[in-house]
Nanobody, 126 residues
Framework: QVQLVESGGGLVQAGGSLRLSCAASGRTSSTYPMAWFRQAPGKEREFVAAINWAVGSTNYLDSVKGRFAISRDNAKNTVYLQMNSLNPEDTALYYC???????????????????WGQGTQVTVSS
């Protein structure tokens, strides 16, 4: 079993920054692709960013490219999402997720990820 716990959300003004953390415990390893998704009220959960540390690849939603950066600290079993130049459209509940199979390529489909955290709220005021 793998447990994911997100933290770092909060209220920030437009143009500000936040860093989200996702701490993994249990049966996990750096070979599993990890991703961040977000869900705003009344909207579908959408892919934000993912990392496959084992092969050195990352992938981003177009609207966050250049503003967000995903990284991983294997010593701490933690994945981060650095978010800069935030705008009100980034307001959502942010979830961390682990892909169901190791070594696989990064995907944006939420159904390819079978372990989820509880989410951390990010609110950006204008």
């Amino acid at each position: 079993q793998v447990q994911l716990v997100e933290s770092g959300g909060g209220l920030v003004q437009a143009g500000g920054s936040l860093r989200l953390s996702c701490a993994a415990s249990g049966r996990t390893s750096s070979t599993y692709p990890m991703a961040w998704f977000r869900q705003a009220p009344g909207k579908e959960r959408e892919f934000v960013a993912a990392i496959n540390w084992a092969v050195g690849s990352t992938n981003y939603l177009d609207s966050v490219k250049g503003r967000f950066a995903i990284s991983r600290d294997n010593a701490k079993n933690t994945v981060y999402l650095q978010m800069n130049s935030l705008n009100p459209e980034d307001t959502a509940l942010y979830y961390c997720a682990q892909k169901s199979t190791p070594w696989g390529r990064i995907t944006r489909d939420r159904y390819d990820y079978d372990t989820w955290g509880q989410g951390t709220q990010v609110t950006v005021s204008s």
